[in-house]
Antibody
Framework: EVQLVESGGGLVKPGGSLRLSCAAS????????MNWVRQAPGKGLEWISS????????YYADSVKGRLTVSRDNAKNSLYLQMNSLRAEDTAVYYC???????????????WGQGTLVTVSS | QSALTQPASVSGSPGQSITISCIGS?????????VSWYQQHPGKAPKLLIY???YRPSGVSNRFSGSKSGNTASLTISGLQAEDEADYYC??????????FGGGTKVTVL
């Protein structure tokens, strides 16, 4: 059974940093593009970043480029999101999600974690 | 990249069919068939309903169907059931090599 478990969320002051993690199990982690999607309270979904299985493809939304960095450790079956220079508008539930099939296209996410809440406030 | 445009809400009675539209541009829906739909119940993670415009993942009811014409994609829910009450999101790959979601549609079963 595929499982994705996010951690690392919490309360951080504006300008601060946070590192989110996503522990994956139940599939060959290194073969799949992994993704981060966030959802501000009461708002819709926003894709923010994706990383290919071998780190060869990395994509960011314009809204986070330069402040958030995605990475992965295939030996640990883990996905990460380093978040710097955080702003109030970064407050959201952050989900990690697995691509439906192997490959590097930005398209479909068939398994999602339960999400971790990041709150940016003074 | 602007979000895809979805109606804020759609409602229907049990057993009826409803259709949710998703309007994009020549840079996303009009250019690619990497269109998907997600269902999200309150407090839960999204669930993939439709991918590549019309395909359903294993386990998804055939009451859900997708289509696309030009810059507009659509999700149809037939035989509406109480459990279908949720938020629905479309998404598409874009020419900027990003992914964009729609603003979401709240489906209410009357």
């Amino acid at each position: 059974e595929v499982q994705l478990v996010e951690s690392g969320g919490g309360l951080v002051k504006p300008g601060g940093s946070l590192r989110l993690s996503c522990a994956a199990s139940g599939f060959t982690f290194s073969s799949y593009m992994m993704n981060w999607v966030r959802q501000a309270p009461g708002k819709g979904l926003e894709w923010i970043s994706s990383i290919g299985g071998d780190d060869g493809f990395i994509y960011y939304a314009d809204s986070v480029k330069g402040r958030l960095t995605v990475s992965r450790d295939n030996a640990k079956n883990s996905l990460y999101l380093q978040m710097n220079s955080l702003r109030a508008e970064d407050t959201a539930v952050y989900y990690c999600a697995k691509r439906l099939s192997t490959g590097t296209s930005l398209d479909y996410f068939d398994h999602w974690g339960q999400g971790t809440l990041v709150t940016v406030s003074s | 990249q602007s979000a895809l445009t979805q109606p804020a809400s759609v409602s229907g009675s049990p057993g009826q069919s409803i259709t949710i539209s998703c309007i994009g541009s020549n840079s996303d829906l009009g250019a690619y068939s990497y269109v998907s739909w997600y269902q999200q119940h309150p407090g839960k993670a999204p669930k993939l309903l439709i991918y590549y415009v019309t395909y359903r993942p294993s386990g998804v009811s055939n009451r859900f169907s997708g289509s696309k014409s030009g810059n507009t994609a659509s999700l149809t829910i037939s035989g509406l059931q109480a459990e279908d009450e949720a938020d629905y999101y479309c998404s598409s790959f874009t020419s900027s090599s990003t992914l964009v979601f729609g603003g979401g549609t709240k489906v209410t079963v009357l």
